[in-house]
């Protein structure tokens, strides 16, 4: 959580419940980056 809150310079609220910050959209990206597919080789 202080990473998050050192990316977006504010305070975070965090619902661990449903796993994602409540006060910020910008800190949820953070929280399940999307990742890249698989190449095929």
Do not use: C
């Not at 619902?15 to 980056?33: L, R, Y």
């Amino acid at each position: 959580m202080g990473n998050l809150a050192i990316r977006t310079s504010q305070p975070i609220e965090w619902d661990g419940k449903n796993i994602k910050v409540t006060n910020s959209a910008e800190a949820n990206e953070f929280v399940h980056p999307p990742y890249r597919t698989e190449r095929s080789l």
